[in-house]
């Protein structure tokens, strides 16, 4: 006899972290509540039939740990009752379902039956996060490139990164902000880390072959570890008994989409557009007629994904004008929008702390003084194309191109159960991509906004392998096994690599030993592009090994494991300065090389330029790096159920990560600042040098941070059967990036030779385009040149000793269960992040020496003249300005002491969320984040100066609401009513709506951050206040985004600011985005079917304006916003 009972059962989740597959957990109890010892528990896999049992203890606790997400029926037998079973059983990724079992009196023959809904409270933990499940992954539009990461945006806490991700898987993203530094958290798929050594995001699977996404903010549990607190779990999909296949193609068409705010500013039309994206997955089971068939035992899935996607490319400059080209600046208005004027670095007078100089006349280079080089490099340049008077960094050129991307992706996993006690899985995942941009002005490697971003040519492989192996060695001991290998290489060329840098007459010195033939990089500043050519490559590979088990013992569900990686960086980075780089600024051209207010009026980096005056620059090839370090933790968690309506949650997790080694021992290990140098200075003891890895006794690697335990805790209380209250706490360790840029700090290894473009402070000339390297190059020396590493010049080194930033994170939070399936939840969550990484340079001069003004500038003679190599800057002449001498380490230009643990930051938030699941064709997810984020920095370790202040992550608003409606638009009657119905009746409405306010701005100038006199914050819509009038007399903004006369300068480089990094009442406009998608399937067969999507991003067409300029020096851009996202983009799908 059968009975079936249909109704919404009270189940209770909970999140296992690190682990990507859920756990379904309870209690066996009879009609009167005791427990029923040995009862046989069966979980079936509804898809794949694949069984799992397990059996009741002495308590009646039975536990079923590592189940892929899925639908699952729970079997109970025991003699003496009858069977029950518990159908519509969801299990979701890292989820632990919590099901009691109440079986009834009778013959095990007799059976009962229960449909349950899918659990809403979570009764068992105190993390918090969301599960995005495939249904929604599917048909939210979160972004047109369909990546799988953007579903992190569906999750209160989580504060954006590098922006929306387009189809590649590159960049990085912070959870709950708490000061972490973007690229702190954690993306796992199928249980494999899929974050690179160096914090950026890896490989991410098709969104078509991904089953399940979880957004963790908060998590207390021992096995989750190797990030601040928050991560990325993603689960790929398996076969199933029955096979499956689909076949998709989305394309985009020019006329459907808006031009962009931008363009139209600038009269740029709208760009072509070219992206298509096809693709298919497979699945089922493994079947060879003849030969093998795998139903209920081997199964398959398979993905596969092409897309070609030119994207709009955008840039705005400032390019020099047809007079400036011929040293003509006479129409030119200087920076403050006032007449400008050049003046004549050879006809500089010194006295004592002043400096004069005589103008050009007309502000006019004489033909005769103009260098070929700089006319040359000038050349190359466009003429302008906006109708704007030519002023000093003011954009006057704007263009529109494309970038055109192509990337294949290729998935493929075998899941096969050996046996009832033992089952694997093997996954293998290949995303390969080639992004190639037209040139906007070719050999441009940077432009003033964006930088270097989608500029060249850049290709990227990823691959990343998972194996997993679970053993039942009990009914109430089971283990996993899981090894995985991510790598991730890139290369990368951008420029005119390739081009002959003879066409500017560069000296053969350049030409005969640069690493790559390619022109040299020249930076003038003042919003021009720089030009030049650059090219790297390099391979992030990550490989790991995972040990999990489960015990369950009493009322106690017992956890332990280990987490070991092994990172490793092969890196081939000659850098810039491979060809040659060149930087320029007005100190030679303008009135006062001592006085940088005088910028203002006069001098050009252009014209210093067209002189051939850089001012500063270096010749040399990076050598190539081969880095590597351990990472080992182990963990214990117990998840202890003392009554019915409360759990604990207690563990302790500890994490060793060891300080990067390199294979050849190129690094230095440690700066010794007592270490004497080896040479004699008349009248100094000069102390301080690196020591080097791997030499003279030295081990290879600084000593590791081996107190890194973290304690948590976690609570859940059940206060009624549709409330519960949890809370928790716990301590995360963050990782060291493994930055290739802390070797670029110490040139024995690179042979880079520094271009000296003056010795007195920008007085007068010292070296030129014609002649740069008159002493010759420098040589690599490797560490035998000991203490003498990089005297005379700048060095850097990382901290010692070593240590781990880390940060506690606490919650309280609220649940309740609604009618109608609603989940509402509120939480307040904090976070205290100590130990964060920071860099000073232990060269800056005391504060005591600012009040002698211009006097620190005073020349005397050189003591290191002809004892420092006369390659170096500070052996390169015979006088020098005073103020060298009175640094802590006088034989160094600048001492950069990378990664010491001083910052600090504290995180507190409001967050809050309501969670629909799906009942009368609508589903909803609603998330509210309201938060601060404080940054407590200092800037100097010789002059402490601590700034408490608001961070440049903190974002107080941050709103999203996602749904999924199934339209009730149906037609009944006739044969013509059918036939609308077949057209117009089924389809299915989704949206995503994200509101989130402005980040802080921060005000600078050429002395540093200004004085505010008031409040700059302005009232008004943000399309009244883009900067976009001027008065047509004094060229004045008259309608900035900020009050630009609320801030005063400094008045002079000698004065310290009292202004904070971060404004808060100054913020940049905040974003407002809607994306909408309609679609529909259509039966053609019994198992065969076509879907129709249209969907679109940015449907209001709404400009999400970006920051406006805050740079005071540069009135053209102050408080004028010149770009904006957020146009509106289409496309349809089959």
């Known amino acids: 006899m059968k009975r079936y009972i249909s109704l919404t059962l009270l189940l209770c989740t909970c999140v296992l972290a690190q682990e990507f597959r859920g756990t379904i957990r309870g209690r066996v109890i009879d009609p009167s509540g005791a427990a029923v010892p040995g009862a046989t528990v069966e979980v079936i896999n509804v898809d794949t039939n694949v069984r799992i049992t397990a059996q009741s203890n002495e308590l009646g606790n039975y536990q079923v740990p590592f189940l892929l997400p899925g639908n699952y029926t729970v079997r109970v037998q025991h003699p003496g009752f009858k069977t029950l079973e518990r159908h519509g059983i969801r299990v979701s990724v890292n989820e632990l379902v919590t099901l009691d079992l109440t079986l009834e009196l009778g013959e095990t023959t007799e059976s009962i039956t229960i449909t349950a809904s899918a659990p809403l409270l979570n009764t068992a933990n105190a993390d918090l996060g969301q599960v995005v499940e495939r249904s929604m992954v599917e048909t939210v539009v979160v972004s047109l490139s369909r990546n799988v990461m953007n579903i992190r945006n569906l999750a209160p806490g989580v504060t954006g990164g590098t922006g929306t991700y387009t189809s590649d898987a590159q960049g990085n993203f912070s959870i709950a902000g708490g000061g972490s530094t973007r690229g702190d958290n954690e993306v796992v798929v199928d249980g494999i880390p899929s974050t690179t050594v160096s914090g950026i995001v890896g490989f991410v699977p098709a969104l078509d072959a991904v089953e399940e996404v979880r957004v963790h903010t908060t998590m207390f549990d021992a096995a989750y570890g190797h990030s601040n607190g928050g991560a990325v779990t993603i689960t790929t999909r398996g076969g199933t008994n029955e096979l499956h296949g689909a076949l998709y193609l989305y394309k985009r068409w020019k006329a459907l989409n808006a031009n962009s705010w931008t363009n139209n500013r600038l009269g740029l039309p709208k760009p072509p557009v070219n992206y298509h994206q096809w693709g298919y997955v497979v699945s089922g089971p493994v079947y060879l007629p003849r030969v093998y068939n795998g139903r209920n035992r081997t199964f398959f899935s398979t993905a596969l994904e092409r897309d070609h996607d030119a994207r709009q490319l955008t840039r705005q400059a400032r390019v020099p004008t047809e007079l400036e080209r011929k040293g003509d600046f006479s129409q030119t208005l200087n920076r403050l929008g006032g007449p400008f004027s050049l003046y004549d670095p050879l006809t500089t007078v010194v006295v004592g702390t002043k400096a004069t100089r005589q103008p050009f006349p007309g502000a006019v280079i004489p033909s005769s003084r103009i260098s070929p080089i700089g006319a040359a490099v000038i050349s190359k340049y466009p003429l302008p194309n906006q109708p704007v008077r030519p002023q000093i960094a003011a954009y006057n050129w704007a263009l529109s191109k494309v970038y055109a991307v192509d990337q294949h992706h290729y998935s493929a996993r075998i899941d096969h159960v050996l046996s009832d006690r033992q089952r694997m899985f093997v996954r293998v995942g290949v995303l390969d991509r080639i992004q190639a941009a037209e040139d906007l002005i070719f050999g441009a490697t940077s432009f003033p906004v964006e930088g270097s971003t989608d500029l060249g040519r850049l290709t990227r492989r990823r691959l990343n392998i998972a194996v997993d192996d679970t053993l039942v060695l009990s009914p109430t001991l089971v283990g996993s096994f899981r090894v995985g290998v991510m790598s991730y290489a890139t290369r990368s060329t951008s420029g005119a690599y390739g081009a002959d840098p003879r066409e500017f007459q560069m000296p053969d010195i350049v030409v005969r030993n640069q690493a790559f033939k390619g022109w040299p990089n020249f930076a003038p500043g003042e919003n021009l592009p720089n030009l030049g050519s650059s090219f790297s490559a390099s391979r992030d590979m990550v490989g790991s090994l995972v040990s999990t088990w489960t015990k369950l013992a009493g009322g106690h569900a017992i956890k332990w494991g280990i987490d070991y990686r092994l990172g490793r960086i092969n890196s081939i980075s000659p850098g810039s300065n491979a060809v040659g780089t060149f930087n320029f600024t007005p100190v030679f051209t303008q009135a006062n090389p001592f006085d940088s207010k005088s910028a203002d009026t006069s001098g050009s980096g252009m014209a210093s330029l067209l002189l051939g005056l850089p001012a500063s620059g270096n010749f040399g090839y990076n050598t190539a790096t081969s880095i590597q370090n351990h990472y080992l933790a182990w963990f214990v968690q117990d998840d202890w159920k003392l009554t019915r309506k409360l759990t604990l949650n207690l563990g302790v997790r500890y994490e060793l990560e060891t300080p990067f080694t390199e294979r050849f021992n190129r690094m230095g290990l440690r700066f010794d600042e007592s270490a004497r140098l080896p040479v004699e200075v008349p009248g100094m003891e000069l102390r301080g040098g690196i020591r080097f890895a791997g030499v003279e006794g030295n081990p290879r690697r600084q000593p590791a941070d081996k107190n890194n335990f ?87 080194f990382l901290s010692e000793p070593r240590v781990n930033p880390y940060n506690g994170q606490w919650q309280f939070s609220i649940q309740r269960e609604l009618p109608s399936r609603v989940l509402f939840e509120v939480a307040y969550m904090g976070m205290h992040s100590l130990k964060q990484p920071e860099s000073f340079n232990l060269n800056e001069k005391p504060d005591k020496y600012l009040a002698l003004g211009a006097e620190e500038n005073k020349r005397i003679p050189n003591p290191f003249y002809g004892i420092f190599p006369p390659t170096s800057t500070l052996g390169a002449s015979s006088t020098i300005t005073q103020n060298r001498l009175w640094v802590r380490f006088p034989q160094f230009t600048t001492v950069t002491l990378n990664a010491a643990p001083t910052g600090r930051a504290l995180y507190h938030s409001m967050q809050a969320k309501v969670d629909k699941r799906l009942t009368h064709g609508l ?73 989130a306010t402005g980040t802080p701005l921060s005000v600078t100038h050429t002395y540093g951050r200004p004085i505010r006199i008031r409040n700059p914050r302005l009232s008004g819509a943000v399309h009244q206040r883009l900067g976009d009038k001027r008065d047509p007399v004094t060229g004045k903004v008259l309608n900035p985004y900020f009050d630009i006369d609320a801030f005063q300068p400094l008045p002079n480089q000698y004065t310290v600011t009292p202004e904070p990094p971060m404004l808060d009442e100054l913020r940049a406009p905040g974003t407002r985005s809607l994306n909408m998608a309609v679609f529909k399937s259509f039966p053609i067969r019994e198992r065969l079917k076509l879907e129709v999507r249209f969907e679109g991003t940015g449907i209001t067409n709404t400009p999400n304006f970006d920051p406006p300029g805050t740079n005071m020096s540069q009135a053209a851009t102050f408080g004028v916003i010149t770009s904006a996202g957020g146009s509106r983009s289409m496309q349809a799908s089959a």
């Open 710 to 796: 973290g304690p948590r805790f976690g609570l859940a209380w059940t206060v009624t059967p549709k409330t519960v209250i949890r809370g928790g706490y716990g301590v995360f360790y963050s990782i060291v990036s493994m930055a290739t840029t802390f070797f670029g700090g110490l040139g024995v290894w690179n042979a880079v030779t520094p271009f000296v473009g003056t010795v007195d402070n920008g007085a007068t000339p010292y070296r030129t385009l014609a002649d740069p390297f008159p002493d010759g190059l420098r040589q690599p020396l490797g560490a035998a040149v000991g203490l003498m590493a990089q005297v005379g010049d700048s060095i850097g």
């Open 923 to 995: 589903s909803v997810l609603w998330t509210y984040t309201f938060s601060r984020l404080m940054d407590n920095n200092t800037t100097s370790v010789v002059n402490p100066r601590f700034y408490r202040a608001v961070s440049q992550y903190d974002q107080k608003h941050v709103m999203r609401l996602a749904f999924v409606y199934q339209l009730p638009v149906q037609f009944s009657g006739g044969f013509s009513r059918k036939v609308l119905n077949h057209l117009a009746g089924g389809w299915t409405l989704s949206g995503l709506a994200q509101f």
